[in-house]
């Protein structure tokens, strides 16, 4: 799915964040959105997923035969991972991996193959309150990789990664390059060393 955003910009407050863009990302492109610390790597990110509304412009999702889709239904063609983004703690993690394979498709089978896959095997009736950053970083990366998705969104995806982590991420990302159209926020060269193109905030 291609990602076509017209002079979006964005404002907080007096503070323009994003000045006004206009960009294309191209279906089963992989684009690195790059900069230093407070560059508004993040916030472009958010609004190229849908997830802030822009102060100005415009956002199209168009899937491979020129059809605009509608938000409601380009969000449900969407995975997004950050390291701010929020889990239903109170939940364990077989009640959540049910619950979220209950609203969207997948390649899951069940809880315990699905933690097997993520690294954090022997967990699964634990409340996800009590995993630690990296374990939690896994289960969303995880989450996102084996839900079906035109478009994956990614900011700093190793934060909080150990070594073996770190190289499990790269392991699974290889796998869905040029499948899906993916989208990273990272001012860490690895992370987006195999991106086709880099835009310098």
Known sequence: MKIHAE???KRFHRDWIISPQT????????????GTNGSGKSTLLQLLASLLVPTTGSLSYITSDNKILSLSSAVLQCTYVAPYQELI???????????HFSLRVGDFTN??????????????HKEIRFFSSGMKQRLKLGIAFRTAAAI???????????????????????????????VLASNIEKE?????????L
Do not use: M
Not at 160 to 177: M, N, S, T, V
Not at 192 to 200: K, V
């Open 111 to 124: 809880s315990k193959d699905f933690l097997s896959y993520a690294g954090i095997p022997g967990s699964i």
């Open 7 to 9: 002079n979006i910009s």
């Open 192 to 200: 987006y060393q195999l991106a086709d193109r880099t835009l310098l």
């Open 23 to 34: 960009l294309t990302i191209e279906s089963t492109e992989c684009v690195a959105l790059i």
């Open 152 to 182: 994956t969104f990614l900011d700093e995806p190793t934060s909080y990664l150990d070594a073996q982590g770190i190289k499990w991420y790269e392991e699974e990302i290889k796998k869905l390059f040029h499948q899906r159209t993916i």
């Open 89 to 99: 703690e109170e939940l364990t993690v077989d009640e959540f991996l049910s619950w």
